[in-house]
């Protein structure tokens, strides 16, 4: 027989208050909260033994796959939407929305010149990106910084793909005095979240899509600014509604168009049509946060 939530709250209240003494305030109050609700989900869902140690059997199979490389917590922060709720609520007042990170960003990208062309022979559909990253007020922001990677035509990224350099499509861009921006790349592709694991295992048996829709990843930064990672989604990709990592949001959503631009066509050496997409990334001051 379950007991009713009357009798269980005591435990609730003294795990809560064992937090109470920590010289960290912030500590406290963030592990109070969470053995809240922990103890309201294992209420709600009134769960049993076997299902917990079920669950502590999850963490700890997440844990064995986990290393350097491959960071299975992160992955499972993703595809339970933590992550984007993090992002949401982390997201400062005016500026653009923040999406995923995701596990294949490179620190190591190398600085190019503005304008760098990304594409180096490689298949899929030329794409020129450019644009300026402003403040609030639309002004643009000097000094700021672009760091851009994307998947191959293929749908990998180098960390999955031996065949390509790790470089492969991906860079870092000093920003114009003018906060402008500009690159030659490709239209990414939709791909799936790695499942070689337990959180793979999880997808499966919940019968879940493992796709995201296609995206370029950025982080934005600026030296006085709140930094920026986020994506951009070609609209119509497919998976847009349906993100396993809940990714998308309704400004990050861009238009690839057909360009017939001669000067820039000549300049990269480009039969037009080719794609052009153009963004503005709005940063927000730390000041104003
Ligand atoms: C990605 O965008 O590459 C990604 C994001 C979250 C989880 C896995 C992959
Ligand atoms: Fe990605």
Excluded at 141 to 165: C, K, M, T
Aim: net charge negative.
């Amino acid at each position: 027989m379950s007991q009713s939530p009357r009798a269980l709250a005591p435990v609730t209240q003294d795990a809560m208050a064992s937090f109470a003494h920590c010289d960290n305030p912030r500590l406290a109050e963030v592990m109070a909260l969470l053995v809240k609700h922990l103890h309201a989900f294992v209420v709600q869902a009134q769960l049993s033994k076997e299902e917990w140690m079920q669950g502590l059997q999850f963490l700890t199979a997440c844990a064995a796959i986990t290393d350097e490389e491959r960071n299975e917590f992160s992955l499972l922060s993703d595809v339970l939407g933590i992550s984007s709720m993090v992002d949401v609520v982390s997201q400062p007042v005016g500026g653009t929305s923040s999406s995923v990170l995701g596990p294949f960003h490179n620190h190591d990208s190398q600085l190019q010149p503005n304008g760098v062309d990304l594409t180096h022979g490689q298949a899929g559909e030329r794409t020129w990106l450019h644009g300026r990253v402003v403040d609030v007020q639309g002004k643009p922001i000097a000094n700021s910084q672009i760091d851009f990677w994307q998947n191959a035509d293929n749908g990998l990224y180098p960390a999955q793909d031996p065949a390509q350099d790790p470089h492969n499509l991906r860079c870092k861009i000093h920003c114009d005095a003018d906060g402008g921006f500009e690159l030659l790349t490709i239209r990414p592709h939709p791909y799936t979240v790695p499942t070689d694991g337990p959180v793979g295992a999880m997808l499966a048996a919940a019968k879940r899509n493992i796709w995201r829709p296609a995206h370029y990843h950025v982080i934005v930064s600026a030296p006085g600014y709140v930094g920026l990672v986020t994506e951009l989604f070609p609209a119509g990709s497919a998976y847009i509604d349906n993100d396993t990592v809940f990714g998308v949001r309704e400004g990050l959503i861009v238009d690839f168009k057909p360009c017939q631009n001669a000067e820039v066509a000549k300049r990269y050496h480009l039969q037009a049509p080719f794609y052009e997409v153009q963004f503005e990334f709005c940063l927000v001051e730390q000041a104003l946060q």
